[in-house]
Nanobody, 126 residues
Framework: VQLVESGGGLVQAGGSLKLPCAGS????????MSWSRQAPGKERAGVAT??????RITSEDSVKGRFTISNKENLAQLQMTNLKPDDTAVYYC??????????????????????WGQGTLVTVSS
């Protein structure tokens, strides 16, 4: 199972970016999704979470109203608007739950996993 983030880059303050997180190596999943970020010289911190059924969404206070998390058909996404220099960080997606694997001629199997992406760098200039 692999998660790959993309969409990072350099943006001016007030701008927007969309960070996709594509999953591969599995057939389907029931997972809680989350995004975290690690700013230079700081520890990784949570940004937003979404439960597997999409009914429970949380976000860190500093991004409320600016960042939106979504997850559909093996593609999670973090939509970021009104970006600020303090948002500069490496952003990571995380999937935690059950992954299903279906190979031709074989019974469906499942595994409980927590998977992280490799991160994508977002730099916001003032």
């Amino acid at each position: 199972v692999q998660l790959v983030e993309s969409g990072g880059g350099l943006v001016q303050a007030g701008g927007s970016l969309k960070l996709p997180c594509a999953g591969s190596g599995f057939t389907s999943s029931i997972v809680d999704m989350s995004w975290s970020r690690q700013a230079p010289g700081k520890e990784r911190a949570g940004v937003a979470t979404m439960s597997s059924n999409g009914e429970r969404i949380t976000s860190e206070d500093s991004v409320k109203g600016r960042f939106t998390i979504s997850n559909k058909e093996n593609l999670a996404q973090l939509q970021m608007t009104n970006l600020k220099p303090d948002d500069t960080a490496v952003y990571y997606c995380n999937a935690d739950g059950v992954f299903y694997f279906s190979d031709p001629g074989e019974a469906v199997r499942w595994e409980q996993l927590e998977v992280w992406g490799q991160g994508t760098l977002v730099t916001v200039s003032s």
